[in-house]
């Protein structure tokens, strides 16, 4: 498991700082409708990065190896599935409060002031529901369908599990900018806001990216502890 940790902690660092400006950009362009190549929306490009950092290292990083070293024990999917979303839920907080600062254009830390003033404590459990259904759901395609060294055929399984929790992932989006409720985000929902095409391609790319260096990481730490 050691192995899997480091090599985990590698994709994870190396996923923050590479997806941290994207990531910001299409935030801003689907919880506030904005056009992808608003000049507004190219600003501040690694605010977060921190907190992201912290973030990715568990959620890409963790993740691939938690993923790996327990399905290797386990033979349920769902098991498997839901208890990496809620390892990964933890991280709520610092998503909550990136995202949130993303949206109202300031640091992590007076968004942080801000939630805490406003909800207490109880506010950073906010958008935590969508966010352990998304990653459960999401896993359980990635993991059902995903088949060893056919790479093209694996990113159409990333790519079918981003566009099936897309809705859902709108529903967190929305809870972390401004802690809209469901009702109000189906009464005022775009299509444009699933960001099908930028997210998609985003997720798709970061997730493999991740998965790759993962690997990659694995391997050679493999070779040199060999």
């Not at 529901?129 to 896993?139: E, G, M, Q, T, Y």
């Not at 088949?147 to 529903?171: E, R």
Request: glycine fraction near 6%; charged fraction near 15%.
């Amino acid at each position: 498991m050691n192995i899997e940790l480091l090599a985990g902690l590698c994709a994870g660092s190396v996923s923050a700082l590479l997806f941290n400006p994207i990531d910001k950009v299409i935030f801003s362009c689907c919880s506030q409708n904005k056009p992808f190549f608003d000049r507004n929306t190219w600003t501040n490009l690694f605010r977060g990065s921190l907190n992201n950092l912290g973030t990715r290292l568990i959620t890409s990083g963790l993740y691939f190896a938690y993923i790996d070293h327990y399905a290797s024990v386990s033979n349920s999917k769902v098991e498997v599935s839901l208890v990496t979303a809620l390892l990964c839920s933890i991280t709520n907080p610092f998503q909550l409060c990136r995202y949130n600062s993303w949206y109202m254009n300031c640091c992590s830390r007076v968004s942080f002031d801000s939630i805490y003033r406003k909800y207490g404590l109880r506010g950073f459990a906010i958008g935590i529901s969508p966010l352990i259904a998304r990653d459960f759901v999401f896993n359980y395609i990635y993991l059902t369908g995903r088949t060893k060294d056919n790479h093209c055929y694996n990113l159409g399984v990333i790519c079918t599990a981003l566009v099936v929790t897309s809705p859902i992932n709108l529903v967190r989006n929305m809870k972390y900018a401004k802690n809209e409720s469901v009702a109000n985000v189906m009464r005022n929902f775009k299509c444009s806001q699933l960001g099908l095409g930028m997210v998609t391609m985003r997720s798709c790319v970061a997730f493999y990216t991740g998965q790759l260096i993962y690997d990659l990481a694995k391997g050679c730490l493999s070779t040199f502890q060999g």
